[in-house]
């Protein structure tokens, strides 16, 4: 699928919500549990739609491509300084103080 392609895919399953894009399928289910947890009467599926963008460098193509899009990353496998790079170039990307999402479970006092 063409870059372009997989833009307009998920435009088209935004709607008019905002973007949210994580790395995997894995960070996209722990997120929405973290929220629907956190306040299942808030509704932020009505507002933004979480989505997997399939790595680090997907998720910036598409936080580059969209001004109102926003991105997290994990903090693996990129060294330091590639990630730092990432994270100045793309200011609307955050990301997580550990490895990966996952690693929440175990330290739930973390989140």
Not at 14 to 38: I, M, P, S
Not at 58 to 65: E, F, K, Q, T, Y
Not at 80 to 105: H, M, N, T
Request: a negative charge.
């Amino acid at each position: 699928m063409s870059e372009q392609a997989w833009l307009d895919q998920i435009e088209n399953k935004a709607g008019n919500k905002r973007v949210l894009l994580v790395e995997g399928d894995e960070d996209q289910d722990a997120l929405t549990h973290f929220l629907d947890q956190y306040n299942s009467a808030l509704e932020w599926s009505n507002l933004f739609l979480i989505y997997p963008a399939g790595g680090k460098e997907h998720v910036r193509i598409g936080v580059d491509a969209h001004s109102d899009w926003c991105g997290v990353v994990d903090r693996d496998v990129w060294g330091e300084e590639d990630l730092q790079g990432l994270l100045e170039s793309s200011p609307r990307i955050k990301a997580l103080p550990r490895f990966c999402v996952e690693s929440f479970f175990c330290h739930p006092d973390e989140i």
